[in-house]
């Protein structure tokens, strides 16, 4: 087995991609999986640092002057983000990748398993039709705790996704899971580039491109909330207008897709869009959409208990305050 201080320049296999912002608190959790996987390839770590204010470009150097010839950082000296740039990944770390492959984790994540990226590497050198794996996660708390149900699991056992299912979907894919296959990280189509959610377009690029492949195996874990996310980032103030900015612009990504792939996709497309915009409905508290008929399969698809609260506070307004009041006096002064 090949450690990671020992790789040259030749014949990399994989480039790990990671991108951090005001990651200080956690990115030693982030390198440290990286730098303890057992692969018999070599592999890089790609990291770009959208000039953070905390200790995150510091922390870079130290494991760069350690590793030097694995880790290669790009640090900025102005925030790209608040330029506009939006998919750091695509711009910045995608172009420079010499493997074959790309792994990505952003820098408030972490990986567990040290035989993630000989697992979906090796799947990929298999299945040259292979366009993107991913793989369950774990979720962690800001404060740090764990919850038996606290878990990215869109599926219950390993399989091929149709691309259908990738493109309509009920679950997230964990970011932190995946591995795309390069050649096709380099020919990114311009609605990447324009959406704000970046793993969205990158999900529906791989499916139109090739098979993904997913495993049931808990291998790293997501870290909810942190600074500079973007679900913290959407969930911070004027939220409303956010979501609804979200929605239009995922609109315009579906649209886009649908486009580009000549309808090949195109009721997967509409459904998924669909999905989103009765999830952003609930965000922003239209529990309208609820009795409508076209919405059936996606009320279906909540949670029971959440299906059976928003119901009760759209047809109970007055009960459901009511019980809001029980149960903040019954927690908050017993």
Known sequence: ?????????????????????????????????????????????????????????????????????????VIQKENQYSRGVRNISGVFNFPRARGKYIAMCEGDDFWTDPEKLSIQAGYMEEHPECAMTLHSAKIMRLDGAWHENDVIRPYESDRLIPPEAVISKRANYPTVSLMIRTEYAKQLPEYYFRCPVGDIPLHLYMASRGTVYYFDRMMSVYRAGSEGSWSNDIESGESSEKWRA???????????????????????????????????????????VLTKRENKKFKAELPAMQRRLLLLKYYCPFLWKLLRILYYNLFTFS
């Not at 070599?42 to 002057?65: C, F, N, P, Q, V």
């Not at 929605?247 to 669909?274: I, Q, R, V």
């Open 1 to 73: 087995m090949e450690k990671a201080g020992e790789n040259d320049n030749k014949d990399i296999l994989v480039s790990i991609s990671c991108i951090t912002y005001n990651h200080g608190k956690y990115l030693r959790d982030a390198l440290e999986g990286f730098l303890m996987q057992k692969c018999d390839f070599k592999y890089e770590i790609l990291i770009h640092d959208d000039a953070s204010t905390d200790d995150t470009a510091e922390i870079i150097r130290e494991y760069e002057a350690r590793f030097p010839d694995i880790i290669r950082p």
């Open 246 to 288: 979200h929605l239009e612009a995922m609109k315009e990504l579906y649209k886009a897709f649908d486009m580009e792939t000549s309808g090949s996709f195109h009721d997967a497309a509409c459904e998924a869009f669909n999905r989103e915009s009765f999830l952003v409905s609930l965000k922003l508290d239209d529990l309208s």
